[in-house]
């Protein structure tokens, strides 16, 4: 019987101690390494003009929606390893467009930019590192007439596009952006030219369904009477 107590205290024990030793590691802390955030290539955007990318900033966020950290757009970051209590965390990414909310307010003569952010989840475990490479993607869409074959035949030509309320009439090489609302509209987009002899036309209504971090280019053939986009 001795014998019994005596295991069953012992159990006890060990299990008490577990319990500690859980806690200590929960109250315990950690390391966040941000080793490196940049912004996701965006599809179908030409390399030669993608140019440099603008700057991004972060926050940290703790489980309880409480800010930890906060780095603006283009403040510097790097070879910092940040101290955190062990637990669940979020980092928030952006650009500056993203904090400046400037796109509620384009007007369709506004070429409009790039939209950033990101929310990525991560967890920090007592004494150790959690080294950290975020991608932040381009929330809107991008549109552009990306050639004219037979340019030389026209006085004037454009493409227009539009979605929600936002029209967009873009030149040759011109690049547009739309809202990240605008992700969830039907894209509508057809020519409007004058040809050499002064006679004005529109072509043909057609649509697509966008999606984010994505550009969508045209190309016009005058050959074909084609207005081909790559998707």
């Known amino acids: 019987m001795k014998h019994y107590i005596l295991s069953i205290l012992s159990l006890c024990f060990l299990l008490v101690g577990c319990q500690q030793e859980e ?33 991004l900033g972060f ?79 381009m929330i809107n869409f991008a549109v552009c007439l990306e050639s004219i074959q037979g340019e030389e035949y026209f006085l004037w030509f454009d493409l227009v596009v539009s979605a929600g309320e936002r029209s967009l009439q873009l030149a040759r090489g011109e690049v547009g952006y739309f809202p990240p609302s605008a992700v969830n509209e039907m894209v509508y987009y057809y020519i409007s030219y004058v040809n050499d002899d002064g006679e004005g036309q529109n072509g043909s209504v057609q649509t697509l369904t966008p999606v984010a971090n994505t550009q969508y280019n045209w190309m016009y053939n005058i050959k074909t009477n084609t207005l081909q986009v790559n998707e």
Request: charge should be negative; hydrophobic fraction near 35%.
């Open 59 to 137: 926050k940290v966020l703790d489980a309880n929606k409480q800010e930890v950290i906060n780095y603006a757009p283009d403040e510097d970051y790097t070879s910092q390893r940040f101290e955190l209590a062990a637990g669940n965390y979020t980092l928030v990414a952006y650009n500056q467009a993203y904090l400046d909310q400037a796109y509620v307010h384009w007007t369709d003569s506004d070429l409009g930019e790039p939209i950033r952010y990101v929310e990525q989840p991560f967890t920090i475990e007592t004494n150790k590192t959690n080294y950290l490479k975020v991608e932040v993607p």
């Open 23 to 55: 806690l200590m590691e929960q109250q315990g802390t950690g390391y966040l390494a941000l080793e490196s955030l940049t912004a996701r290539v965006v599809a179908n955007q030409p390399l030669t003009r993608a140019g440099l990318e603008e700057g």
